[in-house]
Structures are given as C-alpha cells and as structure tokens.
C-alpha cells in the first residue's frame, strides 16, 4: 500500500466522504551525490552572502521580492503566515466537467484518493457516478499550508485526483514562434500521406511497453563500473541532413512503418 500523505474527507454535496491522500508515482530515477575525486568525501553548500562571502545562519535569512534590479521588499515570516490558507480536512467539489475538455498540459502530480474504513459505499457511489458519466470534479484544498486546485476522475477501480497548473500559468500556443499557415503550401496529399502514415503507426496504449531506456542504461553502466568491466565509449552516431523531399520522406516512411507492423505480427504468430 502506498504511504498516505494527506487524509480528510471529500465533500459532495451534503455527502462526506473520508479518504486518505496516497501517492500515485513511484519515481525511479537515478540520483547521484557530489564528491571530490581524490578522496570521494562528500560536497557540502554553506549559504553565503553574495556581498562579503561570510557564511549566514538561518536565523538571519528572510525573504525578499526583487523590485529592480538589488533591490527588494523584505517580507517577514510572519506576514507570510497570516495570508495561509485557512488550514481544511476537507476536498471541497466545486463543479464537474467533461474530462476530456481538460487539456493534459493542466495536469501536474497525481495521486490517489482511498475511503477510509467507514466510507466504502459513498466512495463507491461516486465513483460508479463519475464514471457512468464521464465527466470529472473540479476541486479544492488545502495541504501543508498551500491551496491546491484539482481534478478528480475516475482510474480503473479508484479515484485518482492530479493537481492542476492554473490557467494563467499556462504559456499559450499565441506567444509560440510558430509557422505561418498562410505562408506555407502542405498540399492535401502531403496531409493524406501522413494521416496514412499515422494510422499505420496506430496501436492501442500500452503503457509498460514504454520504459525509461536512460536508466536503464545509467544502471547497467554503475553495476559494470561496480564489477570491474571496462567501459567502452559507443562512437556518436552523425544526425541526418535536412530532408528537402517531404512526400518522399513521408512514403518511405509510411513503407517502414508497413514493415515494421508486418514483422511485428509474424513474430506474434510465430
């Protein structure tokens, strides 16, 4: 079972529904520490100030907001603390919408709700409502003093819940260097081409056929390195050139593709 970080109740309605907040992601990558190469002791940072180099407790260090250039808005702690949100045990549902209006580029960590002891039937009632009708809860709340807004939906037998970016944080696609449409000529061939060639492509999502082949492969390197092998440098591979003849590319692509899927389904036979 994956450690609770939060309990509380989702409220619905009148309804109240205890649950606890448990981490959805397991991270897996690889961490290293700073050590001087001579002797492999550990790299330590003292925090200093910029203007004499001497070294700073804590007790001296407060926080400011730059207003120009080296010069700041001292804000006490204190200050700080009474604009904390009120501290709640409660998910607070403010709407529902349709979950596939939510763009995936609002989503930020997930985790998963869980009913505590006595709350499996509302738990469940919400869960079979959300998921007969697709649509997902917009909500509030508060942990370790920070208001977070989140979208809770349906995951196969349980509620996950993602906090989400809010809206003026996002960077909208208008402030993007982006091609001009009008300016360009992709023909209706060019698009058939590559809509052929993106079905082709086309499987169902299956998510542990995607692995992080970077890991794996700093782990592979440590455990070699820890068993004494020597490690040989792979030569760099020279990037291609531009490609000029798009539709050319496109059927040679669309052909490998082809091949690729055809082998695939003759090893699956065989």
Avoid: C
Wanted: glycine share 4%; hydrophobic share 40%; aromatic share 6%.
């Amino acid at each position: 079972m994956p450690r609770s970080i939060w309990s509380g109740s989702i409220s619905f309605g009148l309804v109240n529904i205890p649950i606890k907040l448990v981490t959805a992601v397991d991270s897996k990558g690889v961490s290293f520490r700073q050590i001087r190469r001579s002797d492999s002791s550990r790299i330590r940072y003292r925090k200093v100030a910029e203007v004499d180099e001497e070294e700073v407790t804590n007790d001296e260090i407060v926080k400011g907001y730059e207003v120009a250039p080296d010069r700041y808005i001292v804000v006490e702690p204190d200050e700080l603390k009474s604009l904390d949100p009120k501290k709640s045990r409660t998910i607070d549902i403010a709407d529902f919408v349709d979950l596939v209006d939510i763009d995936p580029i609002y989503y930020d960590s997930s985790y998963y709700l869980v009913p505590q002891d006595t709350a499996a039937k509302p738990y469940l009632l919400l869960h079979e409502a959300m998921e007969a009708s697709g649509k997902a809860a917009v909500a509030r709340f508060v942990m370790r003093s920070k208001e977070y807004l989140v979208v809770i939906r349906p995951l196969g037998d349980a509620l996950a819940v993602s906090t989400l970016t809010y809206d003026d944080e996002i960077i909208k696609p208008g402030r993007l260097d982006l091609p001009d449409r009008d300016e360009l000529d992709v023909s209706d061939a060019e698009v058939r081409m590559a809509e052929q060639l993106i079905e082709s492509m086309t499987t169902d999502w299956q998510p542990e056929s995607y692995t992080d082949s970077y890991r794996e492969k700093v782990l592979a390197l440590i455990e070699a390195k820890a068993e004494g092998q020597e490690i040989a440098t792979p030569p760099e591979v020279e990037e291609g050139g531009e490609v000029v003849d798009l539709m050319a590319a496109l059927e040679e692509s669309l052909q490998a593709a082809k091949d690729a899927k055809s082998a695939s389904a003759a090893e699956r036979s065989a």
